[in-house]
Nanobody, 126 residues
Framework: QVQLVESGGGSVQAGGSLRLSCAVS????????MGWFRQAPGKEREGVAG???????RYLDSVKGRFTISLDNAKNTLYLQMNSLKPEDTAMYYC????????????????????WGQGTQVTVSS
């Protein structure tokens, strides 16, 4: 059974950093797509960063150069390092996974993924 459990959210001031973690269980990592998504109140869920089993990564334009997605296979953990945080980054952040290959473009589509974590809140104050 696949389980995704996020942690690492919190409250920071603008310009600060946070690292989100997503503990993944039930995956074999032979072919996969994984991603981080966020949803602010009253807004649709959007893809922030995605990673494929071939190492390709993709980012939402507004977080490029500030966020980094990575996967530690030994620890079965997906990370999102977030630097230079802005108030507009405030949202509930979710990790998602798919145990098969996906196209580069689709790494940031919610419809790509069937397994989701419960979310962790990130709040950035000005």
């Amino acid at each position: 059974q696949v389980q995704l459990v996020e942690s690492g959210g919190g409250s920071v001031q603008a310009g600060g950093s946070l690292r989100l973690s997503c503990a993944v269980s039930g995956y074999t990592y032979s072919n996969y797509c994984m991603g981080w998504f966020r949803q602010a109140p009253g807004k649709e869920r959007e893809g922030v960063a995605g990673i494929r089993s071939d190492g390709e990564t993709r980012y939402l334009d507004s977080v490029k150069g500030r966020f980094t997605i990575s996967l530690d296979n030994a620890k079965n953990t997906l990370y999102l390092q977030m630097n230079s945080l802005k108030p507009e980054d405030t949202a509930m952040y979710y990790c998602a996974a798919r145990d098969s290959w996906c196209t580069f473009t689709r790494t940031l589509y919610t419809s790509t993924y069937k397994d989701w974590g419960q979310g962790t809140q990130v709040t950035v104050s000005s």
